[in-house]
Nanobody
Framework: QVQLVESGGGLVQAGGSLRLSCSAS????????MGWYRQAPGKQRDLVAT???????NYADSVKGRFTISTDNAKNTVYLQMNSLKPEDTAIYYC?????????WGQGTQVTVSS
């Protein structure tokens, strides 16, 4: 099992920044990949960014150049730095861990970007 706790969401004006955190109950080196996903009202949950245990990253086209995923292995924490936020970034952001081919999800954190 992997427990995940997200934090850092909130309300921000367009053009602003937020940093999301996801604290994992297991050492990140033991987890195949971590990722951030988001779900806007009435829409499906979409990938935002992922990072593997060896540091390879992947981003959705819509956030490339604005968002950065990173890890602090000493704290078992994954971050999502979000800059130049747009109203269309408004969503619930979820952290996901893939461990032993099983996906574990956090409870989500709300990000609201006002225009």
């Amino acid at each position: 099992q992997v427990q995940l706790v997200e934090s850092g969401g909130g309300l921000v004006q367009a053009g602003g920044s937020l940093r999301l955190s996801c604290s994992a109950s297991r050492n990140l080196f033991s987890i195949n990949a971590m990722g951030w996903y988001r779900q806007a009202p009435g829409k499906q949950r979409d990938l935002v960014a992922t990072i593997t245990s060896v540091g390879s990253t992947n981003y959705a086209d819509s956030v490339k150049g604005r968002f950065t995923i990173s890890t602090d292995n000493a704290k078992n924490t994954v971050y999502l730095q979000m800059n130049s936020l747009k109203p269309e970034d408004t969503a619930i952001y979820y952290c996901k861990a893939r461990w032993l081919s099983v996906d574990f999800w956090g409870q989500g954190t709300q990000v609201t970007v006002s225009s």
